[in-house]
């Protein structure tokens, strides 16, 4: 099992970027999928999930409004658009899933997730 997240880069505040998850060696269809990220010297924190089951999305309140994850079935692969974004938002963003359906109090812990891809940089600075 492969995620590769992709997409990162440097933005100016207000701005917007599109982080891509692709799987292979497992299919993203019926999994549940967050984005996490991790800012120098800052716990990993939860930023997103859609849930397998019932396709649910979740947001972090920092978040809410101006992230929104998706997914496309034909591509196996999970997007994070990023809108609005603020120098707060500065971390490196990864994707992990897992085959199981995280209750909704844990859905954006690092410990429901199996697999995780490398991370990508996001850089919000003028």
């Known amino acids: 099992v492969q995620l590769q997240a992709s997409g990162g880069g440097l933005v100016q505040p207000g701005g917007s970027l599109r982080l891509s998850c692709a799987a292979s060696g497992f299919t993203l269809n019926s999994a549940s999928v967050a984005w996490f990220r991790q800012a120098p010297g800052k716990e990993r924190e939860g930023v997103s999930a859609?849930?397998?089951?019932?396709?649910?999305?979740v947001y972090a309140t920092s978040v809410k409004g101006r992230f929104t994850i998706s997914r496309d079935i034909a591509k196996n692969t999970v997007y994070l658009q990023m809108n609005a974004l603020k120098p707060d938002d500065t971390a490196v963003y990864y994707c992990?899933?897992?085959?199981?359906?995280?209750?909704?109090?844990?859905?954006?812990?690092?410990?429901?997730?199996?697999?995780w891809g490398q991370g990508t940089l996001v850089t919000v600075s003028s």
């Open positions: 992990a899933t897992t085959s199981g359906n995280p209750i909704y109090s844990n859905i954006l812990q690092p410990n429901a997730y199996t697999y």
């Open positions: 859609i849930r397998g089951g019932d396709r649910k999305t």
